[in-house]
């Protein structure tokens, strides 16, 4: 049997798993282990080249990088149940309650910012959909833009920092979680407008699906209700600065400015008087949970990446996407409608851990700088909690909304926004100083002509393990 089918049969392979509907972490580990010894009958090579596994698992369990995803998924936990998000709506809804539109207006800024400080979907839309779907509703909103906008305004998560995705995409493409950052704020503020825009269109074309709120409901004009804004918005833009601000200027590394997060969530909790134990042992159990998920699925990768390298499934995925008609144009448009049909069914953290790494090597040996390329995905990313039929915003919009509002209308209501997304991937491809003003000095150098000289990863001899991260 040749050598050159052997990684298609073991992607095949990996795909079925997952079609039976395994568990990703597990059906990972059990390809990779299945065909490994598969593989050693064959005689494709020896029993000890799997002896490369124990230093891999260990290098993942002491990756100093990942420990800034249980600290950044602890503080959102305890942001997400210490009132600051009816604070923040509240005083923003009343602030543009008056026009058409307002308080979509009002979701998706409150969104944003609170995706910032919490950094995972979950927290953000469910806060956000338990607050501001039933009021959307009670005066007049279409039940499509108000499901839709509460999904949307929560997936912004995905990519405004510190964000999760880009901690883990970095760690994956080997690069700086401060580029990334720094690269993401750009797209992260288009992305906002644009859902601000579309807002305002509907407002002006259509404003009987998006009415202003009657007079009776709104607050008088005037500083108290500015400074309740302020009050409402000071502390998460200050948590905000210590978590971004001390990365971005190289004063913390992620993982401590997680750390420093997460004792501000605390001090934020405290000052809202909403902090007890109940609250923060809830809140370590759900980033113990998702930390663990992470952990787990991040092991079975290397498994299946280990076994993957050992046939030469890099080089196999190399030449199938290197060779691609139109060169980098059209291993971008290829990879970015791969990945956009990969988040119909995976979420965020398995596409990132088992197709990003295929994927470096060819945009690297395509000269696209890989921090463009990493924002560019994670851009995409966020239409994979948005795309049914296992979109989790959807999910978790069902699960908070009344039952009069049908599913249909909920997975219909959030096809503007998925398509607001796409055009924003287009954006940053037409317009890459989008992503490259901010690291570059706002030189605009275009990141198809970097050239990273990073060669690609061969695989580990039996003497020489090879790093678990490129």
């Known amino acids: 049997m040749s050598v050159e089918i052997m990684p298609p049969l073991m992607f095949a392979g990996l795909v079925v798993f997952l079609l039976m509907g395994f568990p990703v972490a597990f059906s990972l580990c059990a390809v990779g282990l299945g065909f490994g010894l598969f593989f050693i009958e064959l005689g494709f090579f020896t029993p000890a080249y ?13 990756n100093d990088l990942l420990l800034a995803i249980p600290f950044f998924t602890l503080m959102g936990a305890i942001l997400e149940r210490c009132g600051l998000a009816e604070e923040l709506l509240e005083s923003t809804a009343q602030l543009f309650g008056k026009i058409p539109g307002g308080l979509a207006f009002a979701v998706v800024l409150v969104g944003a910012l609170l995706g910032a400080v919490t950094g995972t979907v979950a927290a953000s839309v469910l ?11 009670r005066y007049g909103y279409d039940q499509r833009l108000a499901t839709g906008v509460v999904a949307a305004s929560g997936t912004i998560t ?39 825009a579309f807002v305002a269109g509907v407002a002006i074309v259509a404003p009987h699906r ?66 007890s134990w109940k609250l923060l042992r809830e809140a370590m159990g759900n980033a113990m949970r998702i930390t663990a998920m992470v952990i787990y699925i991040l ?112 997975y219909r209501g959030a ?21 490259t003003f901010l690291i570059q000095g706002g030189t605009g150098v275009d990141p198809a002509s970097v050239t990273i000289d990073v060669p690609p990863p061969a695989p580990p001899s039996d003497d020489d393990a090879m790093p678990i991260f490129r």
Not at 127 to 137: D, F, R, T, W
Not at 167 to 193: C, E, F, K, N, T
Not at 415 to 435: F, G, H, R, S, T
Request: aromatic share 12%; with cysteine; glycine share 10%.
């Open 299 to 410: 092991i079975g990768a290397t498994v299946f990446s280990l076994v993957f390298q050992g046939v030469d499934g890099s080089h196999w995925v190399e030449g199938l996407l290197a060779n691609l008609p139109g060169g980098q144009i059209g291993f971008l448009l290829f990879v970015n409608a791969f990945i956009f049909v990969l988040g119909f069914f995976l979420d965020f953290f398995e596409i990132a851990f088992i197709v990003v790494p295929l994927l470096a090597p060819v945009a690297t040996k395509l000269d696209i700088d890989l921090v463009w390329f990493g924002v560019l995905l994670c851009i995409n990313l966020q239409s994979s909690f948005m795309t049914p039929p296992f979109g989790f915003a959807l999910f978790y919009i069902r699960s908070i909304a009344p039952k009069f509002v049908s599913t249909q209308a909920i």
């Open 210 to 275: 998006v009415p202003a709120l009657p007079p009776e409901a709104l607050m008088a004009r005037g500083w108290p209700l500015y400074l309740r804004v302020l009050r409402g918005m000071v502390p998460p833009l200050l948590l905000l600065f210590l978590v971004l601000g001390t990365i971005l200027m190289g004063l913390a590394t992620p993982t401590e400015a997680g750390a420093m997060g997460t004792a501000g969530a605390v001090a934020l909790a405290i000052l809202n008087g909403r902090f």
């Open 158 to 196: 995905q990519l405004i920092p510190p964000s999760l995705v880009l901690i883990v995409l970095s760690d994956q493409l080997g690069r700086s979680v401060g580029d990334m950052y720094a690269g993401a704020i750009g797209p992260a503020l288009l992305q906002i407008l644009l859902f601000l």
């Open 415 to 435: 096809i503007p926004w998925i398509c607001l997304q796409l055009l924003l991937v287009a954006i940053v491809m037409i317009w890459p100083e989008a992503v």
């Open 127 to 137: 806060a956000m959909g338990v607050i501001a779907l039933p009021i959307m509703l």
């Open 50 to 62: 799997l002896g490369n596994l124990p230093p891999r698992v260990f290098g993942i369990l002491s």
